[in-house]
């Protein structure tokens, strides 16, 4: 996740509210610009779990399917990827 300079903030502040990740300062072209990475496999792990059966688009779960398949091949994980949960309220609709 990359931000620019005034958005520095928001990133520490997921950075702290996860307790994952570290927040990186990038000078490109006399730009500065801030990064939000997770490297660590097992904080990924983390990640993974956090979203795992919540992503609602189906784009973005095909995103996640992708992610996490390359993640349990490089890392020889078997993380299952949980059924997909109505978060919008309108399956009771």
């Known amino acids: 996740m990359i931000q620019q300079n005034n958005f520095q903030e928001i990133l520490n502040y997921i950075k702290e509210q996860l307790g994952l990740g570290q927040v990186y300062k990038q000078n490109s072209s006399g730009q500065v610009t801030y990064r939000y ?13 956090l979203f795992n059966g919540k992503v609602q688009l189906s784009k973005k779960q095909a995103q996640f399917y992708g992610f996490v398949g390359a993640y349990n091949v490089k890392y020889n994980k078997n993380i299952i990827i949980k059924p997909h949960e109505d978060l919008t309220g309108l399956d009771k609709a």
């Open 37 to 49: 990475i997770v490297s660590d496999p097992q904080e990924i792990a983390e990640i993974i779990d």
